[in-house]
């Protein structure tokens, strides 16, 4: 079973960086499409990221130029930067294949705030 577990996550300055890691158990997602998702209070979990291979990206409006995916293959690892932060991209970020199909990890809370 593969299992899901985000880190990286943190208090951050509007403007600042993060880069959060997905390390993935079990061979089977080595070679999935990929995503990051976030989920703010209230609001629905939404796609911020998708990676397909090893350099086929795809970005939501709202983090495009901001965000970059990339994964490590060898590490079975995909990961997130996250640069230029606003407060409105505060959320508990998750990876899962795109789509989504296994079971949710339990996600790195990031928070942008002066």
């Known amino acids: 079973q593969v299992q899901l577990v985000e880190s990286g996550g943190g208090l951050v300055q509007p403007g600042g960086s993060l880069r959060l890691s997905c390390a993935a158990s079990g061979s089977g997602v080595r070679f999935n499409a990929m995503g990051w998702y976030r989920q703010a209070p209230g609001k629905e979990r939404e796609l911020v990221a998708t990676i397909t291979g090893l350099r086929n990206t795809g970005y939501a409006d709202s983090v495009k130029g901001r965000f970059a995916i990339s994964r490590d293959i060898a590490k079975n690892t995909v990961y997130l930067q996250m640069n230029s932060l606003k407060p409105e991209d505060t959320a508990v970020y998750y990876c899962?294949?795109?789509?989504?199909?296994?079971?949710w990890g339990q996600g790195t809370q990031v928070t942008v705030s002066s």
């Open positions: 899962n294949t795109r789509p989504p199909s296994f079971s």
